[in-house]
């Protein structure tokens, strides 16, 4: 069964530390991962996107990492800020002969001054 | 401004009454989708469009309808809402399929008494 499995499922950090976020697929076959964030009662924004070759994307703080073979991605946030507090998902597609995206359930982000 | 519009953004209504949340889209996109979130469940697919006159279920398509008559426009239809409905739900759109990045709306808060 397709699953995108993320943890933790909230987090609290200060101002100004890093904070790593976690996801786990069995999504097959795989076509693209891509991380979400959602600030509160708003609609997610894409962050990065994420093939199967690609290893290391950033987007300003934020850095995703992903490893194929064991199907793991992160999403390191450096130097976090106030504005950083959010939910981010990630979405996994797989390429059925039609995308087919998989939903994580997010992670909450609260960053604390 | 490339955007994605709902309407409306809050709605509180009784059971049994039908509804339309409408979506609109400036992009020029073919690809349109809508979710609903609900705690701990995380996105989910109602039902999407390839192009206009083609709409698919997604994964929790019973209760709802939607029509896609033109491009940029793809309601969604609440014949009779149940309490079960109440939920935050998200509109979007993306280039040509799903496994595109994905623009969403504001999100439509809905409760249904």
């Known amino acids: 069964k397709n699953q995108v499995e993320q943890s933790p499922q909230s987090l609290i950090i200060l101002e100004g530390k890093n904070c790593t976020l976690q996801?786990?697929?069995?999504?097959?076959?795989?076509?693209?991962l891509r991380w979400y964030k959602q600030d509160t009662g708003r609609g997610p924004v894409s962050l990065t996107i994420?093939?199967?070759?690609?290893n290391t994307k950033s987007n300003g703080r934020y850095t995703a990492t992903l490893d194929a073979d064991t199907k793991q991605s992160s999403l390191h946030i450096t130097a976090s800020q106030l504005s950083d507090s959010a939910s981010y998902i990630c979405?996994?597609?797989?390429?059925?002969?039609?995308?087919?995206?998989?939903f994580g359930t997010g992670t909450r982000l609260l960053v604390s001054p | 401004e490339a955007q994605v519009t709902q309407n409306p953004r809050y709605l509180i209504t009784v059971t049994g009454k039908k509804l339309t949340v409408t979506c609109s889209q400036n992009?020029?996109?073919?690809?349109m989708s809508w979710y609903r979130q609900d705690p701990g469940l995380g996105l989910r697919q109602i039902y999407y469009?390839?192009?206009?006159?083609?709409?698919d279920k997604g994964d929790v398509p019973e209760g709802y309808k939607v029509s896609r008559k033109e491009k940029r426009n793809f309601p969604l239809i609440l014949e009779s809402p149940s309490p079960n409905q109440t939920s935050l739900y998200f509109c979007?759109?993306?280039?040509?399929?799903?496994?595109?990045?994905?623009?969403f709306g504001p999100g439509t808060r809905l409760t249904v008494l």
């Open positions: 979007a759109s993306s280039f040509l399929d799903p496994g595109d990045t994905q623009y």
């Open positions: 996801c786990n697929y069995t999504v097959s076959p795989f076509s693209n």
């Open positions: 994420m093939t199967f070759s690609e």
């Open positions: 979405v996994v597609s797989a390429n059925t002969g039609f995308q087919k995206l998989v």
């Open positions: 992009m020029n996109h073919e690809y």
């Open positions: 469009s390839m192009n206009v006159e083609v709409t």
